[in-house]
């Protein structure tokens, strides 16, 4: 496993590596600044710019500190989000990756056959509603559970991450129905793999590498299970 990982990391700066990162960056910050966008003609919107408040009067600049509260939320959002959004949109462009990892390593194989679109937006989904909704869980279960939540974090991230991350690079060939058999009868390590994968989601802007690098390593890891089932 450590040797997938190796490999998927030495290919790092791979244009199309560099491209799909680009890409899921670029498409989180355009979202999040959509959601500040809304946020602020929301509050424009609903709430006007004065209050009379009686015995003191007009008091004005009520929606600047509104947008400059939703500036902040937005923010802090980006520091939670990030990487579950760039996650997602990377899914999209797993197919650069995965290409680029076997045209260097695995040269000559046949044509995938692939998910499908509405599959792979429908999975893309599902699995980024699941991580935020473990993450946010993790939040709550950190006043009960204290020092032990950092560990409990990492293990449900690692699992999350290998489940979707070797499905999707395994039904490129197997289809999706394959992928999940093939998932069960490897669980132990897809887990494993998946938590080192997780590692770096505790530093902001590293965890940025972690979709290109989770596609390139599980990548990796489905040829190297494939040749020893042979």
Excluded: C
């Amino acid at each position: 496993m450590l040797g997938d990982f190796m490999k998927a990391l030495g290919q790092l700066g791979d244009p199309r590596f560099l491209r799909v990162m680009l890409l899921g960056v670029v498409l989180s910050l355009a979202l999040l600044f959509g959601i500040y966008a809304g946020l602020v003609g929301l509050v424009d919107l609903m709430i006007p710019g004065h209050v009379t408040i009686p015995f003191v009067g007009e008091l004005g600049g009520i929606t600047q500190i509104l947008d400059w509260g939703s500036l902040i939320l937005v923010l802090g959002l980006s520091v939670f989000l990030m990487m579950p959004v760039a996650s997602a949109f990377s899914a999209f462009f797993l197919d650069w990756v995965a290409d680029a990892v076997e045209d260097r390593h695995y040269p000559g194989l046949p044509p995938v056959q692939g998910m499908g679109l509405g599959l792979m937006l429908f999975d893309t989904l599902a699995f980024l509603a699941l991580l935020i909704a473990v993450n946010l869980l993790s939040l709550v279960l950190w006043a009960f559970i204290g020092p032990l939540m950092p560990l409990v974090s990492w293990a449900l991230n690692g699992y999350l991450l290998g489940r979707e991350y070797f499905t999707l690079v395994a039904a490129r060939h197997l289809g999706r129905d394959g992928a999940m058999a093939m998932r069960r009868h490897y669980s132990g390590q897809v887990w494993v793999a998946g938590m080192l994968m997780a590692a770096p989601l505790a530093f902001p802007m590293v965890n940025l590498l972690v979709p290109v690098l989770g596609v390139a390593t599980f990548t990796h890891m489905y040829h190297r299970l494939m040749r020893s089932q042979r």
